[in-house]
């Protein structure tokens, strides 16, 4: 006979299956609801792949959950192992199949009333490519498809399966690591070859090279000491000769097999995440700091002897008494009380040549083997954004040495752990590293791709939240976009299709919580990128506009100072919310590139700069250019020594130190070289700092488009004007088709993306179609539409609203327009399975 508490254990069960069942039903009818209007709307020649990837996605979803159910053991297991989640890891699995099948139900019920609002001509849209990921081709800063640029989407890890990757991204490639070496003659593994001559050159990937697991047979050849650092990506010692001796091996074997395949046209990355941090605090060894072998020291004799020529100018800088470069001793990993002296300084340049010099090798190597192959580093650009630079990422070198801007890029909405953070006083999210490293590679390479191959905006190591608001995965993706991301990697898709997590338990602490369980999230990221893809020309306009304002980066004070990047984010956050794209200069940018492509060179806090960099700014000068500096800028060298002060010479330089004033005259420059945005935005929200970023470009029409995304954590109303306006500022929302109001308020994520008119200038025919024309327009009373005879003639509200229908007997159409009110209207036709809609304006 049952217990009391077993029976009720086993109500409470049955309670639990008949809701996961009531819900399972729900979703799968709402399913089918959907697919009907699918049906509908292509039949009314309606792009609804949106919709289709909407299904697909509540279909594996709703398997997951089924998985999830069936698994709440292992599911407890791994939320145990999130730090937010660890004390209630029981609730939350047993919570999550239910959670899943419900945000499934609201992504459905969403779509079928955007489906029945495209249906009866509410809103309308644009359409979206599909995708062939086969026939995609990369040229230059795109990758094109069907002749025009598109933005390709994927996740790491995820199965590629029909089910998985018609929707949800087709990225392929291939993984190299140094154990496929299988002796010191080079052999390359009989499976490795096995794998590549068998694999089809089907969809765009790219090569990862990974630099851990070093053969066995290389720790007898090369030495045991080869093997180091193993709890760093790079797992071995790259000054030690056999390291490219290895490397030389593996590309000799498997890079011509690759050469010209469809699988590596998005480059070989030569590394994930590298870093080389080399400090220490006291006894205390930082996370992947370590020391370096004596081939290392051995380099950087040289490299001081290159550098400083006598060993009296080096002992005179160090404050030491070697008799000469070869006596030369320095202990690392360094410690950190020696920053901002002339040791710290050489050993961390020198750290930034020796990684740079080493990853030039692996790059000439390959292309050694195929000349047409393109490179890339998966960088973390915080490295560059945030201010330590003992870890020997040089953003600017390899970035110019690499074919495609590689990155790891990050954003974060929260934390799960330690003190407040800076952001969160006046935004919904941290963009730093996003915003400013983008704009920083754009500005070293601005003909490139950007490729994110581990996009670390929806999880982190410290930011997850089950709960995630679906906008900020649209904030974030469509900001990163038009700051120049061209292709991306979501970390991460950590399922098997069957829904059972990948390896198991094995997938660690970066699973529990992600979105891997956030149906709504997955969605609106492809739902986004599909938008991204309907408007890829603005958006693309976007990335490619001049930055007319740039701030002056120099590597020698951000070795030197303690807080260099956070002084240059403080200028760059003044600057951020005017509309004017933003840019950095350096010695090499200045010297390789048109100065004409900006208006003004801004220095802020910038106390050391090499005599280069000096000489690169008085040449600016020299030339017409202009400068703003504050006086804390260009004080001494690298080593602390009194430098010269520039001079205006042929140019404009002004002295100027607060914040405020050099916005309000680096904006002024802007203006009056005519380079201003021809959209005027004020902005209005809780806490009296703005948050709204903006770009403005012209489309193809000529019209303004613009994109705005609110980074506050309040929301904010804007007023949005076209400068020179005649008369109204119009304001059509260009994901929806309609007309909506020039003074918005959007709340944190929320995206506003318009086509900004003079109403006054509407009456230009837009389309170049001579069989279909509107006169007058505007009109007060009858309007004449010229149309094929036959056509069908439809005239809408601006919001969708059907006032007429009618069918053309002959070439031109003459219908009333008295019982209108004053305002813009939609006049449609439909002819031979083509549509085309015209605006008309009716004034009294």
Same mark, same amino acid.
């Given at each position: 006979?049952?217990?009391?508490?077993?029976?009720?254990?086993?109500?409470?069960?049955?309670?639990?299956?008949?809701?996961?069942? %009531?819900?399972?039903?729900?979703?799968?009818?709402?399913?089918?609801?959907?697919?009907?209007?699918?049906?509908?709307?292509?039949?009314?020649?309606?792009?609804?792949?949106?919709?289709?990837?909407?299904?697909?996605?509540?279909?594996?979803?709703? !398997?997951?959950?089924?998985?999830?159910?069936?698994?709440?053991?292992?599911? %407890?297991?791994?939320?145990?192992?999130?730090?937010?989640?660890?004390?209630?890891?029981?609730?939350?699995?047993?919570?999550?199949? !239910?959670?899943?099948?419900?945000?499934?139900?609201?992504?459905?019920?969403?779509?079928?009333?955007?489906?029945?609002?495209? =249906?009866?001509?509410?809103?309308?849209?644009?359409?979206?490519?599909?995708?062939?990921?086969?026939?995609?081709?990369?040229? #230059?800063?795109?990758?094109?498809?069907?002749?025009?640029?598109?933005?390709?989407?994927?996740?790491?890890?995820?199965?590629?399966?029909?089910?998985?990757?018609?929707?949800?991204?087709?990225?392929?490639?291939?993984?190299?690591?140094?154990?496929?070496? %299988?002796?010191?003659?080079?052999?390359?593994?009989?499976?490795?070859?096995?794998?590549? #001559?068998?694999?089809?050159?089907?969809?765009?990937?790219?090569?990862?090279?990974?630099?851990?697991?070093?053969?066995?047979?290389?720790?007898?050849?090369? *030495?045991?000491?080869?093997?180091?650092?193993?709890?760093?990506?790079?797992?071995?010692?790259?000054?030690?000769?056999?390291?490219?001796?290895?490397?030389?091996?593996?590309?000799?074997?498997?890079?011509?097999?690759?050469?010209?395949?469809?699988?590596?046209?998005?480059?070989?990355?030569?590394?994930?995440?590298?870093?080389?941090?080399?400090?220490?605090?006291?006894?205390?060894?930082?996370?992947?700091?370590?020391?370096?072998?004596?081939?290392?020291?051995?380099?950087?004799?040289?490299?001081?002897?290159?550098?400083?020529?006598?060993?009296?100018?080096?002992?005179?800088?160090?404050?030491?008494?070697?008799?000469?470069?070869?006596?030369? %001793?320095?202990?690392?990993?360094?410690? =950190? @009380?020696?920053?901002?002296?002339?040791?710290?300084?050489?050993?961390?340049?020198?750290?930034?040549?020796?990684?740079?010099?080493?990853?030039?090798?692996?790059?000439?190597?390959?292309?050694?083997?195929?000349?047409?192959?393109?490179?890339?580093?998966?960088?973390?650009?915080?490295?560059?954004?945030?201010?330590?630079?003992?870890?020997?990422?040089?953003?600017?070198?390899?970035?110019?040495?690499?074919?495609?801007?590689?990155?790891?890029?990050?954003?974060?909405?929260?934390?799960?752990?330690?003190?407040?953070?800076?952001?969160?006083?006046?935004?919904?999210?941290?963009?730093?590293?996003?915003?400013?490293?983008?704009?920083?590679?754009?500005?070293?390479?601005?003909?490139?791709?950007?490729?994110?191959?581990?996009?670390?905006?929806?999880?982190?190591?410290?930011?997850?939240?089950?709960?995630? /608001?679906?906008?900020?995965?649209?904030?974030?993706?469509?900001?990163?976009?038009?700051?120049?991301?061209?292709?991306?990697?979501?970390?991460?898709?950590?399922?098997?299709?069957?829904?059972?997590?990948?390896?198991?338990?094995?997938?660690?602490?970066?699973?529990? *919580?992600?979105?891997?369980?956030?149906?709504?999230?997955?969605?609106?990221?492809?739902?986004?990128?599909?938008?991204?893809?309907?408007?890829?020309?603005?958006?693309?306009?976007?990335?490619?506009?001049?930055?007319?304002?740039?701030?002056?980066?120099?590597?020698?004070?951000?070795?030197?100072?303690?807080?260099?990047?956070? !002084?240059?984010?403080?200028?760059?956050?003044?600057?951020?919310?005017?509309?004017?794209?933003?840019?950095?200069?350096?010695?090499?940018?200045?010297?390789?590139?048109?100065?004409?492509?900006?208006?003004?060179?801004?220095?802020?806090?910038?106390?050391?700069?090499?005599?280069?960099?000096?000489?690169?700014?008085?040449?600016?000068?020299?030339?017409?250019?202009?400068?703003?500096?504050?006086?804390?800028?260009?004080?001494?060298?690298?080593?602390?020594?009194?430098?010269?002060?520039?001079?205006?010479?042929?140019?404009?330089?002004?002295?100027?130190?607060?914040?405020?004033?050099?916005?309000?005259?680096?904006?002024?420059?802007?203006?009056?070289? @005519?380079?201003?945005?021809?959209?005027?935005?004020?902005?209005?929200? *809780?806490? *009296?700092?703005?948050?709204?970023?903006?770009? @403005?470009?012209?489309?193809?029409?000529?019209?303004?488009?613009?994109?705005?995304?609110?980074?506050?954590?309040?929301?904010?109303?804007?007023?949005?004007?076209?400068?020179?306006?005649?008369?109204?500022?119009?304001?059509?929302?260009?994901?929806?088709?309609?007309?909506?109001? /020039?003074?918005?308020?959007?709340?944190?994520?929320?995206?506003?993306?318009?086509?900004?008119?003079?109403?006054?200038?509407?009456?230009?025919?837009?389309?170049?179609?001579?069989?279909?024309?509107?006169?007058?327009?505007?009109?007060?009373?009858?309007?004449?539409?010229?149309?094929?005879?036959?056509?069908?003639?439809?005239?809408?509200?601006?919001?969708?609203?059907?006032?007429?229908?009618?069918?053309?007997?002959?070439?031109?159409?003459?219908?009333?327009?008295?019982?209108?009110?004053?305002?813009?209207?939609?006049?449609?036709?439909?002819?031979?399975?083509?549509?085309?809609?015209?605006?008309? =304006?009716?004034?009294?």
């Amino acid at each position: 006979m049952m217990s009391r508490f077993t029976l009720i254990v086993f109500f409470l069960l049955i309670g639990i299956f008949s809701n996961a069942q %009531t819900l399972e039903r729900q979703a799968r009818t709402k399913i089918t609801e959907l697919n009907t209007l699918i049906s509908k709307a292509e039949n009314e020649d309606i792009s609804v792949i949106k919709e289709k990837m909407t299904v697909r996605t509540a279909e594996i979803f709703l !398997d997951f959950a089924n998985w999830d159910e069936a698994n709440m053991t292992m599911n %407890t297991d791994l939320f145990a192992l999130v730090n937010k989640y660890k004390s209630n890891a029981s609730e939350m699995a047993n919570l999550l199949p !239910d959670f899943e099948r419900n945000d499934v139900i609201k992504m459905l019920d969403e779509a079928i009333l955007y489906t029945t609002l495209l =249906i009866q001509k509410e809103v309308f849209r644009k359409p979206a490519p599909v995708v062939n990921w086969e026939e995609v081709t990369h040229q #230059n800063d795109q990758l094109t498809f069907n002749g025009k640029p598109v933005f390709l989407s994927d996740y790491t890890w995820k199965p590629k399966t029909s089910f998985l990757t018609e929707y949800h991204g087709n990225l392929d490639g291939f993984f190299l690591t140094p154990s496929i070496v %299988t002796d010191k003659n080079g052999s390359i593994k009989a499976n490795t070859l096995n794998d590549l #001559n068998s694999k089809p050159n089907a969809s765009m990937g790219f090569i990862f090279l990974n630099h851990k697991n070093v053969p066995n047979w290389s720790l007898t050849e090369y *030495g045991t000491d080869f093997e180091m650092r193993t709890d760093t990506f790079t797992g071995y010692d790259i000054d030690h000769p056999g390291a490219r001796e290895l490397w030389s091996y593996l590309f000799a074997g498997v890079v011509p097999k690759m050469a010209g395949k469809k699988y590596s046209q998005l480059g070989y990355m030569l590394c994930n995440e590298p870093h080389f941090f080399t400090q220490t605090n006291g006894n205390n060894l930082p996370w992947a700091s370590g020391s370096v072998s004596n081939f290392t020291i051995e380099k950087f004799k040289t490299w001081l002897a290159n550098k400083h020529i006598t060993i009296s100018r080096l002992n005179s800088l160090w404050g030491t008494n070697f008799t000469s470069f070869n006596n030369v %001793t320095i202990s690392i990993p360094i410690d =950190i @009380n020696k920053k901002g002296n002339a040791i710290w300084y050489d050993w961390a340049l020198f750290n930034m040549y020796r990684v740079t010099e080493w990853y030039k090798f692996l790059k000439s190597e390959i292309k050694t083997h195929d000349a047409n192959a393109k490179v890339h580093l998966k960088i973390m650009p915080h490295l560059w954004s945030d201010n330590e630079k003992i870890h020997g990422i040089d953003l600017e070198a390899l970035t110019e040495i690499s074919e495609i801007v590689g990155n790891d890029a990050k954003a974060e909405n929260n934390h799960m752990w330690g003190p407040e953070e800076e952001w969160e006083a006046h935004y919904s999210f941290k963009w730093r590293e996003l915003c400013m490293g983008y704009d920083f590679m754009k500005s070293v390479s601005p003909n490139k791709i950007n490729f994110n191959s581990e996009t670390h905006f929806l999880t982190t190591a410290k930011s997850r939240d089950l709960y995630l /608001n679906p906008a900020y995965a649209r904030a974030t993706y469509w900001l990163a976009h038009t700051y120049g991301m061209t292709a991306n990697q979501t970390w991460f898709w950590a399922r098997t299709e069957d829904g059972s997590p990948r390896n198991g338990i094995n997938v660690g602490n970066g699973y529990a *919580g992600s979105n891997n369980h956030q149906p709504r999230v997955i969605n609106e990221l492809q739902s986004t990128i599909l938008d991204l893809n309907s408007f890829s020309d603005d958006i693309m306009a976007m990335q490619r506009q001049k930055k007319p304002i740039r701030i002056f980066y120099s590597k020698t004070s951000a070795i030197n100072k303690e807080t260099h990047l956070d !002084d240059i984010f403080d200028l760059y956050e003044t600057l951020h919310f005017e509309g004017i794209p933003l840019g950095f200069a350096t010695k090499n940018i200045i010297k390789k590139q048109d100065n004409n492509l900006w208006d003004v060179i801004v220095l802020y806090k910038t106390p050391f700069i090499t005599q280069e960099e000096f000489t690169a700014l008085q040449s600016y000068l020299d030339q017409g250019g202009t400068v703003i500096i504050d006086s804390e800028s260009v004080k001494k060298n690298e080593y602390g020594e009194s430098l010269s002060s520039l001079n205006a010479s042929n140019g404009s330089l002004m002295r100027i130190s607060t914040l405020s004033s050099i916005k309000t005259n680096a904006l002024s420059i802007v203006d009056t070289k @005519n380079h201003s945005p021809e959209i005027a935005i004020t902005e209005t929200n *809780g806490i *009296g700092v703005k948050g709204c970023v903006w770009k @403005n470009v012209k489309n193809e029409k000529g019209n303004n488009v613009l994109s705005v995304v609110n980074l506050g954590k309040t929301d904010a109303t804007l007023t949005v004007n076209l400068k020179q306006a005649i008369g109204n500022t119009i304001t059509t929302d260009l994901l929806k088709g309609i007309e909506v109001s /020039n003074t918005p308020t959007l709340k944190p994520y929320e995206l506003y993306f318009v086509e900004v008119t003079d109403s006054n200038n509407l009456s230009v025919d837009e389309i170049k179609d001579e069989t279909f024309k509107l006169y007058p327009n505007p009109t007060n009373s009858f309007l004449n539409i010229q149309s094929p005879i036959g056509s069908e003639i439809v005239v809408y509200s601006i919001t969708g609203a059907v006032l007429q229908v009618l069918k053309s007997e002959e070439l031109i159409t003459k219908i009333s327009t008295q019982g209108y009110a004053t305002g813009v209207y939609l006049v449609k036709i439909k002819y031979d399975k083509k549509t085309k809609t015209k605006k008309v =304006i009716v004034s009294k």
